[in-house]
């Protein structure tokens, strides 16, 4: 007697008549479809170039008129979505999007053939988002995603030295990128003497800062610092020279000799410049002093007759009896001054006076 037969579950039995009416209904009917992408997400540096696929399959019973859009879906959900390129009646229409005029196009130059994928050139940074990709074909309707990140390369990266490069300090280099996207990574290297870092030093990838503790003239050499992210990397170098204790006396003691040298020879200058200028003085003031309307000195034979004529006078109204004390002027005393004459007039001078002399006891009177 042959045994009874196993029936299958009854979920196992609605499981197989499910999958029996996908087939048939499969067999049946036949709509577009996009071919998924192999990757859908995508990561570009500025600068560059991607290209976002969207391949479709085409129905027999899609009767339609074909047509393909690109939008992009902001950030924002209260915003619409933004058509950057679309085709249609065997046309394209890529002025949708002034962000991107003349940086996109179709990769296919006839995107019916069931190639509308994307081409973005020249890429910005503000290019990142999220893009989908639509194929119309009434009744049929299939669309797929895509998230485009655009990201800076590291750029203008700038090292620098931070603390006092003695032996026995603590000395600190630092790199930075003016440029770049994050997540920036920084590395430092040695690359001179042995070309590894100290033993003592701390590395912050995050920061980009190398500790270099208790520094000697061992650490002396050029170091280099490696900015980079996922779409590139930049460098900067610079030169590390520990060197012993500055003598802090000695140069304190130079800075006092320098300011008192300097103050010496600023007291030089000040004197020299107040001595010119009192003799300058002086020489205006006696130029001044000699004016032409000042009138010549008088002539020697007329301050003499003057002289002589005041004496005359004194001498005339003294009498025999107070004589006797009277003191004679000597003849050096007489004023005279200097001045040129000519011959003729130093002849009638001394004519004149010969003429006129004439004696008064002692004194002899011209």
């Not at 002086?282 to 002093?289: F, G, L, M, Q, R």
Request: charged share 20%; aromatic share 6%; net charge neutral.
């Amino acid at each position: 007697m042959e045994p009874p037969l196993s029936l299958p579950s009854p979920s196992l039995a609605v499981l197989l008549l499910l999958a029996l009416a996908l087939l048939g209904s499969a067999g049946l009917t036949r709509s577009l479809s996009i071919t998924p992408a192999d990757q859908s997400m995508f990561e570009k540096a500025e600068g560059e170039k991607v290209t976002l696929p969207c391949t479709f399959v085409l129905s027999d019973e899609d009767e339609g008129p074909l047509d393909i859009e690109w939008v992009l879906i902001p950030t924002d959900n209260q915003k619409k979505e933004q058509i950057i390129i679309m085709y249609a009646v065997d046309r394209i229409y890529n002025h949708y999007y002034a962000a991107m005029t003349g940086r996109m196009q179709f990769t296919s130059a006839d995107p019916k053939s069931g190639d509308g994928s994307l081409d973005i050139l020249n890429l910005k940074s503000s290019d990142t988002g999220t893009y989908q990709c639509k194929v119309k074909k009434a009744p049929g309707v299939q669309s797929q995603k895509i998230q485009l990140t655009v990201l800076v390369k590291p750029a203008r990266t700038k090292c620098s030295i931070e603390g006092s490069q003695e032996i026995g300090k603590d000395v600190t280099l630092k790199c930075a990128s003016q440029e770049g996207s994050p997540l920036l990574s920084y590395d430092w290297r040695r690359v001179s003497g042995t070309q590894e870092l100290p033993a003592t030093s701390t590395l912050n990838r995050n920061t980009g800062e190398l500790l270099l503790k208790n520094a000697s003239q061992e650490y002396s050499g050029v170091y280099s610092c490696v900015a980079s992210n996922r779409v590139g990397v930049d460098e900067c170098s610079i030169e590390l020279n520990v060197t012993p204790p500055i003598n802090t006396a000695g140069i304190i003691a130079g800075a006092i000799v320098g300011t008192l040298l300097g103050l010496s020879l600023l007291a030089f200058l000040v004197f020299c410049c107040c001595k010119k200028h009192r003799e300058k003085k002086y020489e205006k003031e006696v130029h001044h002093d000699i004016r032409e309307d000042v009138p010549p000195p008088k002539s020697r034979s007329s301050t003499a007759r003057s002289y002589i004529g005041s004496n005359r006078s004194s001498l005339g109204s003294m009498s025999p009896s107070n004589m006797e004390g009277y003191t004679k002027t000597p003849y050096s005393q007489v004023p005279s001054e200097d001045f040129e004459r000519t011959s003729g007039q130093n002849q009638t001078f001394a004519s004149s006076k010969y003429g006129i002399a004439h004696k008064i006891g002692d004194i002899t009177v011209v």
